[in-house]
C-alpha cells in the first residue's frame, strides 16, 4: 500500500509547524488517487497542490507497528513493537526508544495528538497535549466524531498560536477502520455513527454521504460480492466523514491564521481490511 501524503507550506519569517493526519486502514478511496466513486473534495483539493506518492509503502500491514515507525523512523525489530498495543496484546516499543515527540520537545517544538494513538509506552510517546483512548477517551469519539476532533483541535492551537514556539499536531482518525466486530449497532464501518438516525447520535459538523453497493470501486484482490461491495459503500462513507473532518482541520488552521506556516501531511497506518 502507498500511503497517501498531501504537503502544503509557504514562505514565512514565522515558525514552521506540522500538521500529520494519519487515517485508520485507509486506502486509495479517494479522487486523487483515481478513484471516482468515494466523494473527498477536501483531500483532493489539498492533493492538488501537493506533493503526492504514487510508490511509498507501509513498513508493516499492522497498526500499532506501522505507527511506531512512522513515530521513530526504525522498523519493529529496531524499536520493539512488534503486534498491536492494547488490551491482550499489549505490546510496546523498548524503553531506550527516542521517538518523534521526545525530540521535538527537546527543541522547544509543542506536540499534540488527537485521536487513536495506539503506541507505547508513554515515556517514548510523551505528547505536551493528549487526547486519545490512551487518556480516557472513547476512540470512536475522539477518532470518529470530526467535530470533537476540531473542538480539540482549536483548543491545542488557542494555546500553540498565543506562544512563538512551533507545532506538531498529529490527528489519527478512527475512519475508516471497521467496527462491527465491537459496535454492530454503527455498521461494519460505523458508518451509521453520528448520522442523525435514531440511537446514532449526531455529529453537528458532518453531512452523511451514502453509496450504492453497485456503484463502489472493488479492488482488483477483493473477490466481486453483494457482501465486500456492501462493505465497501459502508467504508466509503467513513471516509467521506474523514474527508469533511480534514476541510474542518484546514479551515482552523486558516482561522489561526497559521495556515500558511503549516506543512500538512496525509497517511495512513496501512491499507485497508479487506478481504475478509
Known amino acids: 500500500f502507498a500511503a497517501s501524503t498531501c504537503v502544503l507550506s509557504a514562505q514565512s519569517a514565522r515558525p514552521k509547524n506540522v500538521l500529520f493526519i494519519l487515517a485508520d486502514d485507509g486506502g486509495f478511496e479517494m479522487g486523487a488517487y483515481g478513484n471516482n466513486v468515494s466523494r473527498t ?5 489539498l492533493a492538488k497542490r501537493s506533493t503526492r506518492f504514487t510508490r511509498a509503502y507501509t513498513s508493516v500491514s499492522s497498526c500499532s507497528p506501522s505507527r511506531a515507525s512512522l513515530l521513530t523512523g ?3 525489530h529496531q524499536n520493539g513493537m512488534y503486534g498491536l498495543h492494547h488490551t491482550v496484546h499489549h505490546f510496546n516499543c523498548f524503553d531506550q526508544v527516542r521517538s518523534l ?7 522547544g517544538v509543542r506536540t499534540g495528538i488527537i485521536g487513536k494513538k495506539h503506541v507505547g ?9 493528549s487526547r486519545t483512548e490512551e487518556d480516557g477517551w472513547s476512540v470512536t469519539q475522539v477518532g470518529r466524531n470530526i467535530t470533537l476532533i476540531k473542538e480539540l483541535a482549536d483548543e491545542f492551537l488557542s494555546d500553540a498560536s498565543t506562544g512563538s514556539a512551533p507545532f506538531m499536531l498529529y490527528i489519527g ?3 475508516p477502520h471497521r467496527c462491527g466486530h465491537t459496535q454492530p449497532q454503527y455498521g461494519q464501518f460505523c458508518e451509521k455513527f453520528g448520522n442523525g438516525d435514531a440511537g446514532m447520535g449526531v455529529i453537528a459538523d458532518w453531512t452523511p454521504v451514502k453509496y450504492e453497493p453497485g456503484d463502489v470501486v472493488v479492488p482488483y484482490f477483493v473477490q466481486d460480492t453483494p457482501a465486500a461491495r456492501a462493505d465497501l459503500a459502508a467504508q466509503y462513507t467513513t471516509v467521506s466523514r474523514l474527508d ?3 476541510g474542518l482541520l484546514v479551515d482552523l488552521l486558516a ?3 497559521v495556515l500558511d506556516d503549516t506543512l500538512i501531511m496525509y497517511s495512513s497506518d496501512n491499507g485497508i481490511p479487506f478481504p475478509v
Open 244 to 246: 469533511q473532518g480534514v
Open 41 to 45: 473534495p477536501h483531500l483532493d483539493a
Open 121 to 129: 509506552p508513554e515515556s517514548v510517546f510523551p505528547f505536551n497535549f
Open 255 to 257: 482561522r489561526h491564521k
Open 74 to 76: 526504525l522498523p519493529q
Open 101 to 107: 515527540p521526545l525530540l521535538l520537545d527537546q527543541y
Open 173 to 175: 482518525f478512527h475512519d
